[in-house]
């Protein structure tokens, strides 16, 4: 529980809101009917946090002290130069409008006061940089979240949490009402996508303050989404392309800038301030728009999407068409490797590695570069453990985009990937090859051996920093003080469940004797049991282990 906003909560807030979106990145982009029914505001909304709280990452990892201030300003601009569409460019906004409240705060200004200005000023920033506002959207979650904050502090004795709780319970409570302001929204019977995820990410700063994880039932209190977005009568008559970009320009010039792109299109919102803006216009004319920041300033990272072509192309991703296939071939997988070793294995499979740093999960940037620098028509995704699943899924999504059929399968170990990888098939259909990788990975238990670097409390009891722990199936089963005694009863813990094959990744702490544990176990009290031994290299996990 923190009493205050500060730096940690700021860090926090960050990395849950990612793996919040993480989780609600499909629901929302189902939700995604209005401005433009692309299926894309949970995906956008993901990729912009996910950029967000790397630069918060990279701060804290300077090992410099950091204060809320520099936190604060950090989180939103990161939000800024990695915002993706309406939705991330709106994000950034209220961010922005958060930290520029943070860094004027008075130091006797109690927390939940605090955090109701900065929530009023967010929502007041958010509405100024749209072109036409309109209720029924994410500005109007903001806007309520804000109100129902200021009353909740209004309070002699209010604290953080209370206001925090009572600014997610005000989102919520207008992300109901949306259908009601917006006639699209009634139509296609959905709630607003950006004030879904608005709320998801109002959900996050509760966690981050009290420290109690909600379990989300993504169907309570909101109308079912769609199927797809082709899927109901709702359709967008607007311009024809999308244009984003950052540009670097003064007050008044931007000004001007707003004018000219609020006359070429609409979906008009321009982010930012301090001479670095971020720029979102739908328009027909392309050259226009580019031309417009060309005088306005320097604008760079200009990205331009055909629209409709767009979600072609992601509809053909998903295997419902062959457009933009074309100039792929072939099939490959991509797996998120852990240590050199198994790096090396995987290449000579063919199989295209994105290696994972050292308490590090790969970004989605970097798994969509492994998909892309495939060359495949037809790719296979496995992440290798639970956390980055989500990131391979957003990098999917980002695949489809470009008419490339991606298909994740969820291995949340290295040997479930080992697994998968094994009984690939490049000349099968594409939907088997998958069910059979698939299967492969969900029948191959997977277990562990690590060191505690902090005190914690765990399934298996307390453990102190320096205890061995034995994990199965994820979860900490056994606490020892030996890498020996740990890794004998986790060995026999999975084959007392059966098993004909063990597959051991070694890490860069094993040595030939604790790798021996168990080959010893497997032969002394499990008949027909056979071990393979890969020198994996990783570090933090002396031993990974793999039963099939």
């Known amino acids: ?51 967000a ?42 961010l922005r409008g958060i930290a520029e409240v943070i860094s004027q705060a008075p130091s006797d200004q109690r927390p939940g006061e605090l955090l109701a200005a900065a929530l009023t000023r967010a929502a007041e920033l958010a509405y100024s940089a749209v072109g036409v506002p309109r209720e029924g959207t994410v500005l109007t979650v903001c806007r309520v979240a804000a109100e129902v904050a200021t009353e909740a502090a209004a309070a002699p004795d209010a604290t953080l949490e209370e206001v925090s709780r009572a600014a997610l319970a005000g ?36 966690e981050a303050v009290t420290g109690e994880h909600k379990t989300r039932d993504l ?20 311009p024809g392309y ?27 919102v321009v982010v930012g301030g301090g001479g670095l803006w ?28 055909h629209l409709e072509m767009a ?70 995704l496995l992440p290798s453990d639970g956390d980055t699943r989500v990131v391979a899924e957003a990098a999917a999504e980002q695949a489809r985009d470009d008419g490339i059929r991606v298909a994740v399968i969820p291995t949340r170990s290295v040997v479930q990937s080992l697994a ?14 998958v069910v059979a990788m698939g299967r492969s990975s969900a029948a191959t238990r997977y277990g562990a051996i690590t060191v505690a670097v902090r005190q914690a409390v765990t399934t298996a009891g307390v453990c102190e920093v320096g205890d061995v722990l034995g994990l199965v199936g994820g979860d900490i089963v056994v606490i020892g003080s030996t890498l020996k005694d740990v890794t004998a009863e986790v060995v026999k813990r999975m084959l007392d469940g059966g098993g004909e094959l063990v597959t051991v990744v070694a890490g860069n702490e094993a040595d030939q004797d604790l790798i021996g544990v168990v080959g010893e176990v497997s032969e002394r009290d499990y008949s027909d049991v056979e071990v393979e031994v890969v020198m994996g290299g990783q570090p933090l996990w002396p031993l990974i282990i793999g039963v099939e």
């Open 53 to 94: 709280a790397a630069a918060v990452e990279e701060q804290f990892d300077l090992g410099e002290p950091v204060d809320v201030v520099a936190a604060a300003q950090t989180y939103a601009k990161g939000a800024l130069l990695g915002a993706r569409g309406n939705s991330g460019v709106i994000t950034s906004q209220i």
């Open 171 to 206: 989102a919520e409570e207008a992300l109901e009402k949306t259908p009601e302001q917006l006639e699209v929204l009634r139509d296609a019977g959905v709630v607003d996508s950006g004030g879904r995820g608005l709320v998801v990410i109002l959900e996050a700063l509760v």
């Open 311 to 380: 979600n072609e192309k992601r509809e053909s991703g998903r295997g419902e068409g062959e457009e933009g296939r074309t100039e792929r071939v072939g099939r490959a997988v991509v797996a998120v490797s852990h240590g050199p070793g198994v790096a090396a294995l995987l290449l000579e499979s063919n199989v295209t590695a994105v290696p994972a740093e050292p308490g590090r999960r790969p970004s989605t940037a970097e798994l969509l570069g492994g998909v892309m620098g495939s060359g495949a028509r037809e790719v296979i």
């Open 420 to 433: 998968a990888v094994a009984v690939h098939d490049p000349s099968a259909v594409f939907d088997d090859d």
């Open 219 to 238: 169907t309570a209190k909101l109308p079912n989404p769609v199927v797809s977005v082709t899927s109901h009568t709702v359709s967008y008559g607007g």
């Open 1 to 51: 529980m923190h009493d205050s906003l500060d730096a940690e909560v700021i860090r926090s807030w960050a990395a849950v809101t990612v793996a919040s979106l993480g989780e609600c990145r499909a629901e929302i982009d189902a939700l995604n009917v209005f401005p433009v029914p692309d299926g894309d505001t949970g995906t956008n909304l993901f990729l912009t946090a996910e950029a």
């Open 242 to 268: 999308e244009v984003m970009y950052l540009i670097e320009a003064g007050d008044d010039e931007v000004r001007e800038l707003r004018e000219k792109l609020g006359a070429l299109g609409d979906s008009l």
């Open 278 to 305: 971020n720029v979102h216009v739908h328009v027909d004319d392309v050259g226009a728009a580019v031309e417009a920041g060309i005088e306005a300033g320097r604008p760079y990272r200009i990205n331009v999407t």
